[in-house]
């Protein structure tokens, strides 16, 4: 089994990720695989003001460096969104969304989200917090029983990747259970079990350390607060009044149609597998959700300035903390990376960025079906380092290798 376990990582690659990021690496592209499809939006609503695309030369710089970054992480299939008020958008579509068939990537196509999910999880407990319902400083033992040192861990910290609680998703017995059986269906009281068999990390507030066990947790406390589940409570607070159509929490292994098949090598052999329709049970609130290019350049802007949130909660989601990477920062469930502000995503067979750059009101998607390092860095890393060096060269979003 490849490094400390199948669905660690330090940080915002996987540590920012999705739910405990475990992804996956595929066969390289070759050049005819990498056509690019363009997609030609209509003029209507947010798009009206930027219907024009980036200039010729400036978009063909682009299909260079991400055809580049492709043939050299073997990366199948990636969908790219890139919005520049003022200057004009780029959206594509390269290689395949399914390695069996060849058929192409494109720019309609649903695919697992991750760990962008904490976004959606930290925002209904945001919206609890609006309605008086759980205080950020409050013991998190005050809602919910069970939790090691629940009486000194608050709210806040949970959201901050500041408790101590240890890692379900490191735990070596999860990860053999998960990957023996793909299918596996795991509650979250299972889940919590596997980091619980653990002591703490650190004192509650110590330090940073992206743990999935705290959205879990968090999940947990929205649905007995709010009396609903977590799917009901996302689609009927959030993804519904922000207009999220395709951004859901799946049924089982499926995916709505149409997606693209994902591939990981976090496999007990180490070998490839397709994991399009592995069980995302295993990461639930903190990484189950499927969305598209679409809902998630949407979901990007009210995410970062808290359209569903009160002002002063939003301004407390955006109080980053450093995490130890240089230049990486992480508030409520949200993160600060050259001054792009959201979150990445990853788990078996798919990654994801959607980022937002307050300064130029400038929006970045990418979907990926491959989570193979590169070059000790995840696959959308290396996309966004490329493309935000292009484009916005004073922000790049950029997490050092083997962070």
Not at 26 to 54: F, I
Not at 143 to 169: A, H, K, N, W
Not at 253 to 263: D, Q
Not at 319 to 338: Q, R, S, V
């Amino acid at each position: 089994m490849r490094r400390r376990s199948p669905f660690h990582r330090s940080m915002p690659a996987r540590v920012l990720l999705a739910a405990a990021l475990a992804v996956a690496g595929l066969v390289p592209l070759t050049a005819g695989g990498a056509v690019p499809v363009a997609y030609a939006p209509a003029a209507t609503g947010d798009d009206e003001a930027e219907a024009r695309q980036l200039s010729p030369e400036l978009q063909a710089r682009l299909d260079e460096a991400v055809q580049r970054v492709m043939r050299e992480a073997g990366i199948p299939g990636v969908q790219v969104g890139l919005w520049l008020p003022g200057r004009g958008h780029y959206v594509r579509a390269f290689g395949v969304a399914d390695k069996e068939s060849g058929a192409p990537m494109t720019d309609r196509l649903n695919m697992r989200i991750g760990s962008e999910t904490k976004t959606f999880t930290a925002t209904a407990v945001l919206q609890l917090v609006d309605e008086g319902l759980v205080g950020l400083d409050e013991p998190i033992a005050r809602y919910l029983d069970g939790v090691p040192c629940g009486e000194v861990i608050t709210v806040r910290q949970l959201l901050e990747m500041r408790s101590g609680l240890f890692p379900y998703s490191a735990d070596e017995d999860f990860a053999h259970t998960f990957l023996s059986d793909p299918d596996h269906v795991f509650t979250p009281q299972e889940l919590l079990a596997y980091g619980y068999r653990h002591d703490n990390v650190f004192p509650p507030g110590a330090r940073y350390q992206y743990s999935n066990t705290n959205y879990i947790l968090l999940g947990l406390l929205v649905e007995k607060l709010s009396g609903q589940s977590i799917e009901s409570f996302v689609q009927d607070r959030i993804t519904g009044p922000s207009g999220l159509r395709h951004t859901l929490f799946p049924q089982g292994t499926g995916l709505p149609s149409p997606y693209a098949h994902g591939y990981t090598d976090q496999t007990l052999s180490g070998g490839i597998a397709d994991s399009t329709h592995w069980d995302p049970s295993w990461a639930w609130s903190a990484g189950a959700l499927v969305s598209d290019l679409r809902d998630l350049r949407h979901w990007a802007k009210d995410l970062a300035t808290g359209t569903l949130l009160s002002p002063g909660t939003q301004a407390q989601r955006l109080t980053m903390l450093p995490t130890g990477i240089p230049g990486a920062n992480y508030g409520l469930g949200i993160f600060d990376i050259g001054g792009w502000i959201g979150h990445n995503g990853s788990l078996p067979g798919y990654e994801s960025l959607t980022v937002y750059l307050p300064e130029e009101c400038a929006t970045l998607v990418l979907l990926l079906n491959s989570d193979i390092i590169a070059q000790g860095s995840e696959p959308s890393t290396l996309l966004g380092r490329a493309i935000t060096g292009i484009v916005t060269p004073d922000h790049v979003y950029d997490i050092p290798p083997g962070k």
